[in-house]
Antibody, heavy 120, light 107 residues
Framework: QVQLVQSGAEVKKPGASVKVSCKAS????????MHWVRQAPGQRLEWMGW????????KYSQKFQGRVTFTRDTSASTAYMELTSLSSEDTAVYYC?????????????WGRGTLVTVSS | DIQLTQSPSFLSASVGDRVTITCRAS??????LAWYQQKPGKAPKLLIY???TLQSGVPSRFSGSGSGTEFSLTISSLQPEDFAAYYC?????????FGPGTKVDIK
């Protein structure tokens, strides 16, 4: 079964960092990009960037440049998103998404999301 | 950045109604637009891509149209499982952006 399984909810204090994982199964992980999208409560979806799961190249949204890092472990078919210097504005559900059967940057495969709560 | 707006923000409709949601882009994006459905607590689900291509497995009551800066998503006969939020997304250029969403509720 083609799926993305994300790590569990996190609670962090302001200034801390969080690392979310996304494990792919049912397809060749290194053949596709992995994107990260977040959604703050009641807000629109917000694209954060993507990683080429094959060669590790990354592209970050300017908004998050310098504060976010995407990595991957090809042996574990897992992608990671690390966000540093957290503030309350980073409270959101973080999704990984991949254009597995897509021919451009739209997303036909999504993880279930990881809730990150930033609170003192 | 390309800004996307959607109208209406909220729509109250009955089962069997024909519903149309509009998405406007701040600059031309050709047909590089996708539509998603999202239910509470769930990940978005792809409905339409390249403005009018129906994703496999999506019911044919969903359709998309438009190009350039104005797009629409139509549900020809609203079903109980269609009550959800709908988002457009442009993939013409970075950063990829999403519209603010349209919530379709039961009248």
């Amino acid at each position: 079964q083609v799926q993305l399984v994300q790590s569990g909810a996190e609670v962090k204090k302001p200034g801390a960092s969080v690392k979310v994982s996304c494990k792919a199964s049912g397809y060749t992980f290194t053949d596709y990009a992995m994107h990260w999208v977040r959604q703050a409560p009641g807000q629109r979806l917000e694209w954060m960037g993507w990683i080429n799961a094959g060669n590790g190249n990354t592209k970050y949204s300017q908004k998050f440049q310098g504060r976010v890092t995407f990595t991957r472990d090809t042996s574990a078919s897992t992608a990671y998103m690390e966000l540093t210097s957290l503030s309350s504005e980073d409270t959101a559900v973080y999704y990984c998404a991949s254009p597995v059967a897509a021919t451009s940057w739209y997303f036909d495969l999504w993880g279930r999301g990881t809730l990150v709560t930033v609170s003192s | 950045d390309i800004q996307l707006t959607q109208s209406p923000s909220f729509l109250s409709a009955s089962v069997g109604d024909r519903v149309t949601i509009t998405c406007r882009a701040s600059q031309g994006i050709s047909s590089y637009l996708a539509w998603y459905q999202q239910k509470p607590g769930k990940a978005p689900k792809l409905l339409i891509y390249f403005a009018s291509t129906l994703q496999s497995g999506v019911p044919s009551r969903f359709s998309g149209s438009g190009s350039g800066t104005e797009f629409s998503l139509t549900i020809s006969s609203l079903q109980p499982e269609d009550f959800a939020a709908y988002y457009c997304q442009q993939f013409n250029s970075y950063p990829l952006t999403f519209g603010p969403g349209t919530k379709v509720d039961i009248k």
